[in-house]
DNA sequence: ATGTCTTCCAAGGGAAGA
């Protein structure tokens, strides 16, 4: 089975990009994160046509975040249950699978403009309410997934400029502390369980030619539960819709498991 | 590199967020 992360920046602009991409790549599940509009306006028809479940968190202009998958998706949680909050970034369910149940975790983790602001204080409250919670969701699920675009690099080689950037938004201490964090509870970065190109990264700024210059980064990631590391096939970034008109600043994140 | 893209509000272009 496969499973997807990909932050679309509006599905309101992407929206052929989205079901042209599950065509060509018809995961099981794809978590998408910047929806950008308000549940009312989510085209769930148009998935359905193409042979997908939808369910969705949005909001109007900023954030929002859904779950489009094959199978239907039950026990549908909006945001952290325990952290008060205005902004859609959250949206978990649970999969049926031939292995068991599969609980999903698609998040728009919080930008937090740059270290020392409003912004970035709330980006460290709600990294740890996501700890916390994914930490009890283990309990409750141990095969779980966490994915989405979680604005930070976890290492300096997710960086196109680690010396030049130091210190600067998704590249604090602080922020990689959380991202350790959420390992220590069990989980796995995907992507590195498998040789990787150097220089490989998710999200190229749209501005001075990032992609073409490959100046980018590596913050869409996709976290599995220590129960699931052993059936982890396959990770791979896409690039390919980068390169379409009109793309998102972001890639997709593709895992493969076992069964 | 005040660089680009998207949305909102509200009627044109500026502000905000990323």
Redesign the pocket.
């Known amino acids: 089975m496969k499973l997807a992360t990909w932050n679309i920046?509006?599905l309101?602009?992407?929206l052929p990009q989205v079901l042209a991409w599950l065509q060509d790549n018809p995961v099981d599940a794809l978590g998408l994160q910047?929806l950008?509009?308000t549940d009312d306006k989510f085209p769930h028809e148009a998935f359905s046509e193409a042979g997908y479940h939808s369910s969705c968190f949005g909001q109007?202009?900023?954030?929002g975040v859904a779950l489009i998958t094959r199978a239907p998706a039950a026990d549908v949680v909006r945001n952290l249950p325990e952290l008060d909050d205005e902004q859609a970034r959250v949206i978990s369910a649970t999969l049926d699978t031939p292995q068991g149940p599969l609980r999903l975790v698609n998040a728009y983790f919080?930008?937090?403009?740059e270290p020392g602001s409003e912004?970035f204080a709330y980006k460290m409250r709600w990294l740890a309410a996501l700890h916390d919670w994914i930490k009890e969701q283990l309990r409750q699920h141990p095969c779980l997934v966490l994915m989405g675009d979680f604005?930070v690099t976890p290492e300096d080689r997710d960086s196109w400029d680690p010396v030049g950037l130091k210190d600067t938004i998704h590249h604090t201490v602080q922020e990689r502390t959380h991202f350790q964090q959420l390992l220590a509870l069990g989980l796995h970065d995907a992507y590195r369980l498998f040789e990787q190109p150097e220089k490989s990264f998710s999200w190229w700024?749209?501005?001075?030619l990032g992609f073409q210059k490959n100046r980018g980064l590596r913050i869409d990631h996709i976290l599995v539960s220590d129960a699931l590391h052993a059936q982890v096939t396959a990770c791979t970034i896409d690039r390919a819709p980068r390169k379409n008109p009109?793309p998102s600043?972001h890639a997709p994140v593709v895992v493969s498991l076992q069964g």
């Open positions: 920046n509006s309101k602009v992407r910047e950008k509009l109007k202009t900023y954030n919080v930008n937090g403009q912004k604005n700024d749209y501005r001075q009109q600043d």
